[in-house]
């Protein structure tokens, strides 16, 4: 299960916003928010574009989008 919180954090930390992040990936808006709050999931390409524009390391990209226990 994803944790929400925390790639909502890292989106804010890297100064981009939801929409920019969406065109980046090649989806909707609506789509990015549905896999953004758990309706629909991301997929392998999709997390590791996230990762790579996000500049997130390993650890963190596992326990934003592996967790077990959402905050």
């Known amino acids: ?5 925390k790639l909502k954090a890292a989106i ?6 939801q929409e920019q992040i969406a065109k980046m990936l090649g989806v909707s808006l609506c789509t990015f928010n549905y896999k953004l709050n758990g309706v ?11 990762a790579e524009l996000l500049k997130m390391e390993n650890e963190t ?3 934003i989008f592996f ?3 959402v905050d």
């Open 1 to 5: 299960m994803i944790n929400t919180l």
């Open 12 to 17: 804010a930390e890297s100064g981009m916003n």
């Open 40 to 50: 629909s999931e991301f997929k392998v390409s999709e997390i590791k574009k996230l």
């Open 61 to 63: 990209m596992v326990k």
């Open 67 to 69: 967790a077990d226990n």
